[in-house]
């Protein structure tokens, strides 16, 4: 079979990691385009590719030179989703695309619809469903070991940290230039409630705030930025400053060259962006702790709970014939664990789960190679998913748990209409 031709829209670091992800598996695929306004991002790409490479510098000129892949991977800011989407699908592509697919459920609803009527297929990057965690349980429950899945409690701790870096200082700080947290960071998670229920959200409630991340909880005499000479710097988890040291890798996702940067640069970049900001002084407005209860079509009920308090993700999944439970790591060194225990004699039973190997490639615990090495069998042969958006379960009741959230709490009814 002759490799799948793939071109990448949109080069910060995912899109760089799928691509090097891709030319590490022996020819089954063929990076035909990249594009991105950054030279130094698709001259990462245009190297591994090779010479026959097309490079853009914008997503017009890329769309205007006509149809150049079997697949476009999108993995540009979320509020440029739906276009890009919308037109890739017009322009005859397959699409594996970041989530979310787009800034509100009604934009979702449209590119389904047009992706159906046009017959192609649109994968939402769910990386958490090809980790080797996932894919066990997933596994279980397929097996019947459970028996009847009667409920399934979930919870994502997004860790202190990460929550500063992504989602008050970072790209995803702002609802009205993002999406809401419950989509931007656990669109995953709501994912992984319908896809392990085999259902979709009937009714959805929820409730969550921001807390903590809010000009009143600054300490005494803090300033805009972190590198203006914070009085309590030495002992704030969110000082900037940090960057220099134990948490360097984070700045490889948002600054270019941040590899090779000495001290001083990173201090410049500090100086400027919005990376070196106060974490109680930033026009971030999205949640630090939410809940979601819903009521699945097919009788299960699930829960979730985000918040930025913790690390890690666990899971119960409770069944007519044993329980599963287990989690992922909760810290870098940690590994994943799950149990089943079998209601009618009590018995624990360890579920063995592989290392995460992944040629070298763990990130998202083995997800995003597991992603990419899919994608051949994802959109061709007798596995290829439907046309479509795949994963639309999942964004629905995510959007639809912010909607209940804003309205205090009230039920909301999953309209599909």
Known sequence: MPPLDIAILGCGS???GYAKIAASLGGRYRITAAVDPVETRTAFVADLAGPDVRVFADADSFFHAGKLADVLIIATQDQDHFGHATAALCAGYDILLEKPAAESIERCRELDGLARTLGRRVA????????????????????????????????EGVEPFHQAHSFVRGHWRNSETSTPMIVAKCSHDADLLCWLSGSAA???????????????????GAPARCTDG????????????????DRRRWLGMVMDHAEEADDERILEFLRSSPWGRCVYRCDNDVVDHQVVA???????TATLTMTAFDCGRTLEIHGTKASLRGGTPLNEAGAP????????????????LPEVDAQGYAGHGGGDFGLVDSLDRMFRGPDAIEPGLDGFAGHELAFEAELSRIEGGEARRVNRA
Not at 135 to 154: H, Y
Not at 294 to 300: F, R, S, W, Y
């Open 124 to 155: 939402l990057c769910f990386v958490l469903r090809y980790t080797p965690f996932y894919r066990a349980v997933k596994d279980v429950v397929d097996a019947g070991s459970l028996g009847r899945v009667v409920t399934i409690r979930a919870s």
């Open 230 to 245: 914070c009085p309590a710097a030495g002992e704030c988890i969110y000082d900037s400053h940090r960057y220099l040291g």
């Open 294 to 300: 819903a009521e699945m079509e097919n009788g299960v």
């Open 202 to 220: 009937k009714t959805v409630t929820s409730h969550g705030a921001l807390d903590w991340f809010t000009g009143e909880r600054a300490p005494d």
């Open 14 to 16: 995912r899109g760089r």
């Open 337 to 352: 664990e799950l149990w089943l225990r079998h209601h009618h004699d009590g018995r624990v039973e360890p579920i063995p």
